[in-house]
């Protein structure tokens, strides 16, 4: 096997990755002008694949740099989920009219080349290179394509086999190291693109897993994020057959790892033995992103969700059992098509029941390749606007609460920003709690601190250290 290698960024400063000291990365611009500009759409599994996708092109002597006419070989990672954000990269390639000729490579990756495809040449006929985020493991060839001079390359396979693992991971994120452990989907949800998009479920065997996370923890990082889009639907690949629950106890137990996060869980596979893991294991993060899309059972049978409004909520009150408080989290879609009255309802009242510590809210957009596309019964977009905003102000005045009440209590503090204002600071708990505080200390970025609530706001707690 190759041995892989993480590129930390200099020091914890979170601000200039600098060419990294590692063998086949060069310091200085590769001659010939290989530069690359990368500009990434979405979730973190896109955020984590480009890190992948740097890490390729690093490992090709390429340089990273932070305009496109400073770059020679321009990729955009792009997103698909909801319409709005498949537009925004058209109107990224429009742009490109104005470098005619072959200077530029442009790239589109992701969610928008596996569900356009050829199409993207079509429309825009400067893009040389399209890959779809189920085929990525392919990349590395495709760019050796265009560099032999091929115009146009493309890779939409859906590779069932492999998973998209990397020699270099070029990490962008100084204090959590993002880990995809599972790619694709097998649920049908009927909204949904990505099984369409991502292709099937790939898990990556435990073994592989765990030698990266010890990589990471040499290489200085305390924080590790496994990534899926149904990540408790993991399958140990290998003959250990390690469940999610086990995998998750093996991450924490690498020397040097404090935090271990997982996102998102799908109800469905979210069982008692990860509560019990929480439980029993203090670096597993009191945190579950548990995405519920509707309360309504109606509508969730025909977003095929594969579970009722009450087997959900059994999930949350099993999550409320646990011996720790753990905070949750939920993404909802208002808009299902032939969604009544009646159905906001019960999402608003879900929303009571369960005492989500936040929540994604979306307006449903009609997405190609999904079985809800041609459904009746359209909601106007103006309508949907309003329940978002229904949705959204009942969460917010839950938060106010919920976060008004930890005031007086102490909470640890990863903390990963710094204000502009001296002595200020910011950072997350390990239930994902956004804390800001003063302290009169200096340079704690990347440091442990305990901060004591004072006062709260809908969206963050507001303290200062405890010394
Ligand atoms: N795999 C995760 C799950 O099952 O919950 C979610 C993945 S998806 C990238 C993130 C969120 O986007 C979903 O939870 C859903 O709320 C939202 N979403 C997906 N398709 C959508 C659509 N067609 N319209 C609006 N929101 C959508
Ligand atoms: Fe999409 Fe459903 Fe799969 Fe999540 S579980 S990625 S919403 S199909």
Redesign the pocket.
């Known amino acids: 096997m190759t041995e892989r290698v993480d590129v930390q960024l200099d020091a914890l400063t979170g601000l200039n990755a600098g060419q990294p000291a590692i063998k086949g990365v060069p310091r200085e611009p590769a001659p010939g002008g290989n530069t690359f500009y990368l500009e990434t759409f979405?979730?973190q599994?896109n955020v984590h694949d480009s890190e992948k996708v740097a890490g390729v092109l690093l490992g090709r002597g390429y340089q990273q740099v932070d305009t496109i006419d400073a770059a020679r070989l321009v990729l955009y990672n792009t997103?698909s989920?909801?319409e709005k954000a498949a537009q925004k990269i058209y109107s990224r390639l429009g742009a490109y009219a104005k470098y005619p000729g072959e200077e530029k490579i442009i790239g589109v990756l992701g969610c928008v080349a596996q569900q356009e495809g050829e199409e993207i040449f079509e429309r825009s006929p400067w893009v040389r290179l399209v890959c779809g985020s189920a085929s990525y493991s392919k990349l590395p060839d495709l760019i050796a394509e265009l560099e032999a001079g091929n115009r146009r390359v493309m890779g939409l396979d859906k590779d069932t086999e492999a998973t998209f693992e990397t020699e270099i991971t070029r990490r962008d994120n100084p204090f959590r190291a993002y880990l995809t452990i599972i790619e694709g989907?097998d649920?049908a949800?009927s909204?949904?693109?990505?099984p369409f998009t991502r292709g099937p479920e790939r898990s990556r065997a435990s073994a592989s897993v765990l030698e990266e996370v010890r990589r990471l923890a040499d290489a200085g990082y305390s924080e590790i994020q496994l990534l899926g889009?149904?990540v408790n639907s993991y399958l140990d690949p290998s003959s250990k057959r390690l469940s999610f629950a086990e995998l998750l106890v093996a991450v924490a137990a690498v020397q040097g790892i404090r935090r271990v996060r997982f996102t998102?869980?799908?109800p469905r596979d979210f069982g008692r033995d990860i509560v019990e893991a929480i439980d029993a294991v203090p670096e597993l993060c009191d945190h579950v992103h548990l995405?519920v899309?509707s309360g309504s059972t109606r509508i969730l049978r025909e977003m095929l969700r594969t579970y009722t409004r009450e087997e959900y909520l059994e999930k949350i009150a099993m999550i409320r059992e646990a011996r720790r408080p753990i905070s949750v989290t939920s993404?909802?879609?208002v808009g299902f098509p032939g969604e009544t009255e009646e159905d906001v309802e019960e999402s608003l009242s879900l929303l009571d029941a369960a005492q989500y510590d936040g929540v994604?809210a979306?307006?449903?957009?009609?997405?190609p390749n999904?079985t809800?596309q041609h459904m009746p019964d359209a909601i106007s977009e103006e309508e949907k606007g309003r329940r978002l905003a229904r949705v959204n102000d009942r969460q917010r005045e839950i938060q106010r609460m919920r976060n008004e009440a930890l005031i007086g209590e102490t909470f640890e503090v990863f903390v990963d920003g710094a204000s502009r204002r001296p002595g200020q600071w910011s950072g997350r708990s390990s239930s994902n709690r956004i804390l800001n505080f003063t302290s009169p200390r200096e340079n704690l970025l990347g440091e442990y601190v305990s901060v004591r609530v004072a006062s709260s706001s809908p969206n963050c707690l507001i303290g200062e250290q405890v010394i």
């Open positions: 979405g979730c599994m997103c989920i909801r989907c649920k949800c909204y949904c693109v990505v889009q149904t998102t869980s799908h995405p899309q993404d909802i879609i994604f979306f307006q449903y957009s009609p997405r999904t809800a």
